[in-house]
């Protein structure tokens, strides 16, 4: 049983800021990366940002320079902080988890999301 809780999202103005958490619960035996995934109205789900339990970073050109993914490994949380929001970055934001149940099982795991909207 492996949980992904997410939190943080809402309702802000044009170049606003939200910081998104995101806590892994349960049997788990290592996370190798966990990252941020959104879904805006009608698209497909995608890549926002990843980061590697050893810090290695990586995100989508759309939110280069505006928005930081951090993690806390001693507490399973990924953190997104989100700068200079813009109309487009609507969309359900989904935390991701790469892991190991066990020392012989690795999955993928998803949270339920949450809605971030950026609006006048």
């Known amino acids: 049983q492996v949980q992904l809780v997410e939190s943080g999202g809402g309702l802000v103005q044009p170049g606003g800021s939200l910081r998104l958490s995101c806590t892994a619960s349960g049997s788990i035996f290592s996370i190798y990366t966990m990252g941020w995934y959104r879904q805006a109205p009608g698209k497909q789900r995608e890549l926002v940002a990843t980061?590697?339990?050893?810090?290695?970073?990586n995100y989508t050109d759309s939110v280069k320079g505006r928005f930081t993914i951090s993690r806390d490994n001693a507490e399973d949380t990924v953190y997104l902080q989100m700068n200079s929001l813009k109309p487009e970055d609507t969309a359900v934001y989904y935390c991701?988890?790469?892991?190991?149940?066990?020392?012989?099982?690795?999955?993928?795991?998803w949270g339920q999301g949450t809605q971030v909207t950026v609006s006048a």
């Open positions: 991701n988890a790469d892991l190991l149940k066990t020392s012989r099982f690795r999955d993928t795991y």
């Open positions: 980061i590697t339990r050893g810090g290695s970073t």
